[in-house]
């Protein structure tokens, strides 16, 4: 299968390593990936902060890069989030001919990372090998928006000689949201510190997740307080091998 | 005509508000203990209900269908109700709704009123417009009671006083109810505070409640309660004085059905609370024989006229969004600077007061989505935080700050070339600020994050000139 | 002349909905009403079923044989210390057993009604899914609102053939006479409202004993 991977922008410049990952993985399952240089942003920081108009043009240069894709693999939940959850509205919106139409048929060949492999590949056992108690914060996109259910934890079970522990309260948000850990900050950090309470009160290496933002947040606090435990995306595990 | 909600007018922007009471760690103590108690005592009764969803289908589409049809609902209720020897009075805001109900009391000559729990009286601060015309209220919910007291302001929809331990609502009660000795046990301060309203309830002859529901094909209130003060109240009294939103109409009296299973549930995690009171009119020989319903707009038409927003209007005051709500279990309501807080209040109050005071109300939300999940009436809050959002970017009330960086990174990300600039401009940027591997401290609008948490340095080679190096190397 | 605000309020409505439809009826018929309308218990499960959401309020329980009321009626109110008790006109006599001072409810004044020991009643109906029983304002056996609202303790007959296992069972089976004040009574008034602390009994009845009159359940079930 061609595969094009929409990294997403954050992940482009804070976080290569997890593009590189995926890119591995996928390429071991023996797909062909391809990265539409042109691509750039879902839109979701803009429309999330209330400019919907910025995001759209954002939207539209995302929609013309995919258009053609078969299947499009993004190593993010909350952006698959915005996609679905908003692109049909925003497109609806702007008088743009065939826009609405393009989102339409383009967004049932969008995938999560971990979705892609347990849904569209059928793959749960990738043969990584990660010795390492690790857990798993279920990120607010992945758990109530496209409800992921237990897939990511699935594909870390059945990697070799890792332990996935559960943190108590694992569905609470960990404080992120976008432009909220910015403007409200204080709150922000008042969510962190409860979070990273239930994160570390499991006593694992490292903490993992299907969305980088969630975990560039939890990995700044970790960081911070000189914790043993760090941080590191699904795709990142998954990657490595015996 | 012009819309007020409680206090919000003055009140400080939430992150102001927040950063405050954050430092209060008695506050946020009782807060984490109060909202995890009804939290999984909801989680377990909703548990037991294999029709959950269904009934919040149901609920939502009663609503909706509702508020498309106000019009006519509001003429049916008021029909039905003064066919059955009520009187209803309509007021477009709170200095009105205030005007009609001090006439009320005044024309029997009554000095003093026993209240039930309502937010809609708290929204139009109807004790204040009470006092001013000598006529003493009593609230008589426990909670009430204790925010009545202490000259305090709610912070919880369904348990105002929750920022509130025992051994300070003991003073208080020392204090103000002139006891000698008093328990620090809650049997104890709940005995003395049936005491304390007793006598007031089988003496005062006005009675004021708000109402959860109003059916329209019968003219009935419906108010939904634990204590037995609401009964007190809407029974003992002479005159029986009903605030009511426009939105709490609900078609006909079978749509209880649905509603008395939701509310509950989703309020205080019981199956059903103590008491219900559903009463139309009045009944020769029993109850109030002199009922009075108020209908209140206080800015609930302007909300109607957004579809996209509408649904606010849905709401039925259970408050499980605020306990669900990881903002508001750190803050609590008193930092959303209006009666109605919590993820409800966040979209409610701006709507209300066409946005003055509340710019941030609607940025006091993560979008986690938490709200949306135990919505019993399903109001999609985060979308309706979005649209708000949207709509003070478009009125141009953002930050300056705030426009410059949205407006430069939207020119970075508008294609692949700019994109690559911006990547080196950050990167030479952070220099000054990178200890090590990782950003310890930022000026401006990061230095929030900073403060408590790193920043990962951005590294030197981007995905995409990785992939470009690779596809080169491949090429060779 | 300025508009009354009935008139604004209205046309405000109108003008933000598109103003009256005679689509409404339709609409309103079309709603989807997916939720369980009916139980499916046995009579002695949805018995058990009350019983148990009864203790859950901490009401007091228990199930008697039709010709064992009056006995019933006379050791719960030993059990609880009361004596002078208010009956609602229409309550059956024939349950009033001797040794107790029943009051007659009619033409009490609030503060009458405050020093009582308690009122008996019988209920309108009962459901079993949430451990409610209703009563229908000035029914015989069930008196006035305030009957079952000033006294500090009620006792409940309740006849098993009146208790349906759902809400919308009960809500469906008051459709007839759906104008007559109704409260519906789960458990002893309480609140939470202090620490989350649940107390048992603030402002009205602090204690709710219920008497079924129904098959007595079997120790083997």
Known sequence: MRISLFVTCYNDLLFPETGKAVVAILERLGH????????????????????????????????????????????????????????????????????????????????EFSELLTDKLGVEDIGAFFPHEVVLHVSCHALRSLRLGDKPARLLRKVRGLTLVEPADGEDCCGFGGTFSVKNADVSAAILAAKIQG???????????????????????????????????????????? | MSVRVGLAGTAPGFPEAAKTLLSNTQLRHNLRH??????????????????????????????????????????????????????????????????????LIQERGHKEVIKVKTMTSDEIQLNTALQSAGITPYETDLADLIVQLGGDQPSHIVVPALHRNRMEIRKL???????????????????????????????????????????????????????????????????????????????????????????PRSATGERMNPYNSIWTGVTPGSGPQAFHVVLLDNGRTKILTDRESRATLDCIRCGACLNACPVYRQTGGHAYGSIYSGPIGAILTPQLQSMEHSQTLPYASSLCGACYEVCPVKIDIPEILLRLRNRIVSNGDAPLSERIAMKSAAVALS???LLRIAHAAARLGQIPFKKGGAIRSLPGMLAGWTEVRDLSAIPKQSFRDWWKERERAKAK | MTRSSREQILNEI??????????????????????????????????????????????????CEPDRVAEHIASTLTSRGKQRIIVPAGFPRQWLPAGFEFIDGAGLNYRELDRSDGVLTQCSLAVAFTGTIILQDQAPGEGARALTLVP?????????????????????????????????????????????????GVHGPRTLDVIIIGAVPRADT
């Open chain 1, 32 to 111: 062909e990936v391809d990265f539409p240089i042109a691509q750039t942003c879902c839109g979701q920081m803009h429309y999330n902060t209330g400019y919907q108009s910025d995001a759209l043009t954002l939207m539209r240069r995302f929609v013309s890069v995919f258009r053609e894709a078969e299947v499009v693999c993004v190593p993010s939940s909350s952006c698959v989030a915005m996609m679905r959850d908003h692109y049909l509205k925003l497109a609806a919106q702007a008088s743009t001919p065939g826009l609405e139409a393009d989102v339409k048929t383009l967004l049932p060949r969008i995938y």
């Open chain 1, 199 to 242: 994160l570390l009160a499991t006593g694992a290496e490292v903490c993992t997740a299907v969305d980088n933002s969630c975990l560039m947040h939890i990995g700044g606090a970790l960081q911070r307080q000189r914790t043993a435990m760090r941080t590191l995306h699904l795709a990142e595990i998954l990657a490595t091998s015996q």
């Open chain 2, 34 to 103: 109060a909202t995890n108690v009804i939290r999984k005592k909801r989680e377990r009764v909703v548990a037991e209900m294999p029709d959950w969803q269904d009934l919040r289908n149901t609920a939502h589409e009663i609503k909706n269908h509702v508020l498309r049809h106000l019009d006519t609902y509001l003429e049916q209720f008021e029909m039905a109700c003064v066919r059955a020897g009520g009187h209803v009075h309509w007021a477009r805001d709170a200095d009105e709704a205030n005007r009609i109900i001090v006439g």
């Open chain 2, 173 to 263: 009660f020392l204090e103000k109810m002139g006891l000698e000795s008093l328990g620090d046990r809650p049997e104890d301060l709940t005995e003395a505070a049936r005491q304390y309203l007793r006598e007031r309830f089988l003496r005062v002859k006005t009675g004021i409640s708000g109402a959860n529901f109003a059916i329209a094909e019968t003219g009935s209130i419906c108010v939904v309660e634990s204590e037995g003060n609401a009964r007190m109240c809407t029974t003992l009294p002479e005159m029986l004085i009903t605030l009511v939103g426009i939105e709490k109409i609900i078609p006909k009296f079978r749509d209880l059905e649905v509603f008395l299973q939701l509310l």
């Open chain 2, 415 to 417: 294609g692949p070339r």
């Open chain 3, 14 to 63: 109108r003008r933000a909905t598109g103003g009256p439809s005679n689509q409404q009826e339709v609409e309103y018929a079309g709603i989807r009403r997916e939720y369980r309308l009916a139980g499916t218990l046995n009579p002695r499960a949805r018995l058990k079923m009350f019983l148990d959401r009864l203790n859950d309020y901490n009401a007091g329980t228990v199930v």
């Open chain 3, 152 to 200: 500090d303790y009620h006792l409940c007959i309740v006849d098993e053939a009146r208790i349906v296992e759902t809400v919308p069972e009960a809500v469906r089976a008051l459709e007839d006479s759906k104008t007559v004040a109704i409260t519906t009574i789960s458990g002893p008034s309480a609140t939470a409202d202090i620490e989350m602390t649940r107390i048992k």
